[in-house]
């Protein structure tokens, strides 16, 4: 369970500091609850998963541990296909269209805030766009002068003050499933075929049709 999940963490980290350790959470929410699951959870399942696609993709071979639990085990995961085509790269001096980056924020599960605080959220100031990304420690915020990006820096996501500057990062989805055209298609069709023709009130049909 969570609790053994976390003790286990903890001792592995102090006992074995050269291995390393990622954790696969499962939802905080049951199925069919009107209630999302929290973003610090969605983002940990992102980043590890992004985790096992970069151990794939290199050569090196040390000691690694995932620690799950038993409810996370038997959920289904996005298909592995998705999440490898499913990144935005940014180089500091590069380019980037507004259209496309704001396309992406909203297909790939990112929520516009007034203030970014918590991963999966973005933010947008005139030619400032603060995106919290699903596998970082803080946000980034990415000044904009046109299509260019003339600075790239983490910033601290309580005090909002600007921390590191870098010279590129790349953007990983911020939620396990996509709300795109062809989905929500699925989602309506499937949904009819379980539940026939949706009432007015069904607000979840409705929410996700919109």
Wanted: aromatic share 10%; charged share 25%; net charge negative.
């Amino acid at each position: 369970d969570d609790a053994r999940c976390e003790s286990l963490h903890d001792a592995l980290t102090f006992f074995a500091p050269d291995v390393e350790i990622v954790r696969f959470p499962a939802w905080d929410c049951l199925p069919y609850d009107r209630v999302s699951p929290s973003a610090d959870i969605v983002a940990q399942r992102v980043s590890t998963l992004c985790i096992f696609l970069g151990w794939q993709s290199t050569k090196a071979r040390k000691p690694r541990i995932v620690l799950t639990t038993v409810n996370a085990a038997l959920q289904k995961v996005m298909p592995q296909a998705a999440l490898e085509n499913a990144s935005l790269n940014f180089v500091r001096g590069g380019r980037v269209s507004e259209d496309d980056l704001f396309n992406y924020l909203t297909g790939n599960g990112y929520h516009r805030t007034d203030t970014v605080r918590e991963p999966g959220e973005y933010a947008v100031r005139g030619g400032i766009i603060d995106i919290y990304p699903a596998d970082a420690d803080h946000p980034v915020r990415l000044d904009l002068f046109g299509d260019e990006i003339e600075s790239l820096k983490s910033f601290d996501a309580l005090s909002q003050r600007s921390l590191d500057q870098l010279e590129n990062f790349s953007l990983t989805p911020g939620s396990e499933y996509f709300l795109r055209k062809k989905q929500i298609d699925t989602f309506r069709s499937n949904y009819r075929k379980l539940f026939g023709v949706p009432h007015e009130n069904d607000a979840l049909y409705h929410a996700i049709s919109e």
